[in-house]
């Protein structure tokens, strides 16, 4: 089975990547093979500064190697060295809806919060698209914000299929089961993120642990005070989520186990598990961090291997669609 994800290089990544994303590329290395991709040029569709991209691209790398990707068993590459999936794209908008694209909601997110709006941003869903077909990708591990692009990529691969012939392999999204959508600390109500979340409310995977324990003493709970997984306990759900996907442990065997505990020591106890997992992580992270020749290397060997399989599919794709001359 292949396993494919993609995660943009913009700015230091949270509590939320990690654990609705990350971990799960790190799981799926145990189920089949996994290639995973850094995707600058998704990054590149809102408002943006070259030198600090180069430098985001490079972080991104050292967070997920440190976080168990394993080269040998995967492959991790930059989008932007792989040229097909930027070809792939724009064969794929000539079986894409324009009406489809205006329903995106983090196209309309987006928009919101720029006032120039790129045609890159409105492509976006079609170059995501084309990250996943390329590689004939059975399985889709994102977080739940995502879920719409992966039914678009579904929607564009039949469409095609049924145009030109059974080419495009359909993927499935994979989504955790607890974690796939992270809150913010200090607002329960809006998932926890780089652009849209407060400071205080956000855990960065690079924070120190003093700074994560401190995040979760003032996260913001509710005036009860039981500990309980409820859709009127946004903020408690959200801690017991975030504690039973950092103990691999699940939501009921916790709301047992701090029956009757205190809302403070409960925060305390998930920032201290929270900054204890992290911790590795970070020393890890800082090591790699430091070799950026050592990670451009991991990287070109990944654009190698990929290009191999990329290759493949364009030519399939382009003999079916009657683009370039005949193949054979
Ligand atoms: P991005 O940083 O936007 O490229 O997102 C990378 C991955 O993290 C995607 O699979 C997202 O679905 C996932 N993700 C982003 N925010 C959250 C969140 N608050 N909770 C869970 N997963 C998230
Ligand atoms: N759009 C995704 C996000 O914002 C990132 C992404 C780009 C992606 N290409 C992908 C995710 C392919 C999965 C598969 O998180």
Redesign the pocket.
Known sequence: MRI?????PTGRKHLGNYIG?VEQYVAGQQRGDGIY?I?DL?AITVPYDPAQLRRDVYDLAAVLLAAGIEPQRSILLR?SDVAEHTELQWLLMSSTAYGELTRMT?FKDKSAQHEFISAGLFG??V??AA??LLYRTDQ?P??D??RQ??ELTRDVAQRFNARFGEVLVIPEGYYPPVGARIMDLQNPERKMSTTGGSPQGTVYVTDEPDVIIKKFRTAVTDSGREIRHHRDKPGVSNLLEILAAVRSSSVQELEREFDGVGYGDFKLAVGEAVAGYLAPVRERYAQLRADEPALERELERGAQRARGIASETMRAVREAMGVGRRAG
């Open positions: 494919f994800s993609g995660i943009q994303a991709c995707v998704h989008q983090q976006y869903p170059l995501m990250d996943i889709v994102v977080g914000d995502q692009h992966v």
